[in-house]
C-alpha cells in the first residue's frame, strides 16, 4: 500500500487509492472535524420526513477514514467545516444501529 490517505467507509475490497487488497480493520476513536455538509430540506423518502431539515455530513475522523452521515443535536445555520465531532449510537431497532456524529468541545 502507498501512504496516500486511508480509504474511506464503508469499506472495499481494495483500495481506491493503489488497488491493494492487504487490508485491515483498526480500531477508530470515533472523533474527526466535519469536511463536508449539506441540510436536506426537501423529504426525498417517507421514513425522513419528520427530521427534515436534517444535515447530511462528511467527517474525517483522527484515524484518516471518511465517512459519511448524519449530525445531530445541532441547528442548520450553526454547522461549520471543520467543527470537530464524535460518533454516537443511535439504536433503530434489535437488528439496526447507526452511527451519527454530534458535536464535541474542541480539544
Known amino acids: 500500500m502507498t501512504n496516500a490517505a486511508p480509504c474511506g467507509f464503508p469499506a472495499h475490497a481494495t483500495c481506491i487509492n493503489c488497488l491493494s ?27 425522513f420526513a419528520a427530521e427534515v431539515p436534517y444535515a447530511v455530513v462528511m467527517v474525517k475522523l483522527e484515524e484518516g477514514p471518511k465517512v459519511v452521515s448524519n449530525l445531530v443535536g445541532v441547528k442548520p445555520d450553526e454547522i461549520r467545516c471543520g467543527l470537530p465531532v464524535e460518533v454516537v449510537f443511535e439504536r433503530v431497532n434489535d437488528q439496526i444501529t447507526l452511527p451519527k456524529f454530534r458535536l464535541r468541545a474542541a480539544a
Request: proline residues 4%; aromatic residues 12%.
Open 21 to 47: 487488497a492487504a487490508a485491515s480493520w483498526i480500531a477508530a476513536s470515533g472523533r474527526g472535524e466535519i469536511l463536508s455538509f449539506n441540510v436536506m430540506h426537501q423529504v426525498y423518502h417517507p421514513g
